[in-house]
Structure formats: structure tokens, C-alpha cells
């Protein structure tokens, strides 16, 4: 957000807690990880 500090409160919404599995997430967030290069094998030295 433009403008916006770190320690400004981000906008929830709001969500019974049994509407979400995080699980469902865990494909997604594969992705995007790889996406952003976190599968690259320079990258193992930070799982070590």
C-alpha cells in the first residue's frame, strides 16, 4: 500500500475459524515459492 509503515494494522476479514484450513493453502504457497526461485538449489544453504 502506498504510504503505508510496518507498523500500520493490516485489514482482516473476518472469518469463522472453522471456515479456513491452512492446508488448503500448502499447494499455493509451493507455487509461489518456486515462482520466486525458492526451489533453486543455491537456495539449500538456508535449510541447513
Not at 510496518?6 to 482482516?12: D, G, I, L, Q
Not at 479456513?20 to 539449500?44: K, N
Amino acid at each position: 500500500m502506498p504510504g503505508s509503515t510496518k507498523n500500520e494494522p493490516t485489514a482482516v476479514l473476518p472469518v469463522e475459524e472453522n471456515d479456513v484450513d491452512i492446508r488448503e493453502a500448502y499447494s499455493l504457497m509451493d507455487a509461489v515459492a518456486r515462482h520466486e526461485g525458492w526451489d533453486d538449489s543455491e537456495m539449500d544453504g538456508y535449510n541447513a
